[in-house]
């Protein structure tokens, strides 16, 4: 864990929580650069939650060839870190949209603080979860139950988190997970925890403002940023 002497030294921050509902990726994408984009000191933090249609996301620096079999289902390479990854129903997204010089974090703190707020909520129903040296994301058993995919742009975070609540795995076999050969993945219902990608939501998010310290306000209606791209 991060030292968060900084963190405790300060107020809890503002942020927007915006409830996205079911969305395809690109304009959620879209949407998020051109916030990431536009902000400067004065434009508080937000948190986009989403699901996504089925799609199969390729990291700037992907390799095409981690994708075995993408079917039906789209390829969209995008500007995050990482390799090949799929977002689908039931799997619950979170996009923080965060100042990192305002939090006084850097980098690799953030990225810790994602993962431990995986791990604070798996913990909620006694599940076991954990890092992987040298494989970002959030494991159970071995198998991965969190990925985190992350771009910072003049200090700012997009792109995020995806979290496997209660959906259909089979898409994972399509890819080598994250550029993993055989990775397993699973999901929260799985292993005895909640369907309901509701209930996970609001533990989720509980964790990540404590983790963060932030004050989080519930935003009716979609970010300007996205209804900009209509």
């Not at 079917?71 to 996009?95: A, E, F, N, S």
Request: proline fraction near 7%; glycine fraction near 10%.
């Amino acid at each position: 864990m991060p030292d968060a002497e900084a963190a405790v030294a300060r107020a809890p921050l503002p942020a927007s929580v915006h409830d996205l509902g079911r969305q395809p990726y690109e304009p959620v994408w879209r949407a998020m650069q051109r916030f990431t984009d536009a902000r400067d000191e004065s434009k508080p933090d937000a948190l986009w939650v989403v699901e996504h249609d089925p799609v199969f996301t390729l990291g700037q620096a992907g390799k095409p060839e981690h994708v075995l079999a993408a079917g039906d289902i789209p390829v969209i390479h995008v500007d995050r870190g990482g390799q090949v990854t799929y977002h689908g129903p039931g799997q619950l997204v979170v996009y923080p949209l965060l100042d990192l010089k305002r939090l006084k974090i850097g980098v690799r703190d953030y990225v810790c603080l994602i993962e431990q707020a995986i791990i604070d909520t798996c913990a909620e129903w006694n599940i076991t979860a954990e890092r992987k040296d040298g494989a970002p994301g959030v494991y159970v058993a071995g198998a991965k139950i969190g990925a985190l995919g992350i771009r910072v742009r003049r200090g700012c975070t997009f792109h995020g988190l995806s979290f496997n609540i209660a959906m259909d795995l089979e898409p994972f076999q399509r890819i080598n997970p994250c550029g993993y050969q055989g990775l397993q993945t699973i999901a929260l219902s799985d292993l005895g925890g909640p369907a309901s990608i509701e209930t996970v939501k609001t533990v989720l998010l509980e964790k990540i403002a404590a983790l963060f310290k932030l004050e989080l306000t519930r935003v009716d209606g979609l970010p300007d940023a996205l209804r900009a791209g209509e």
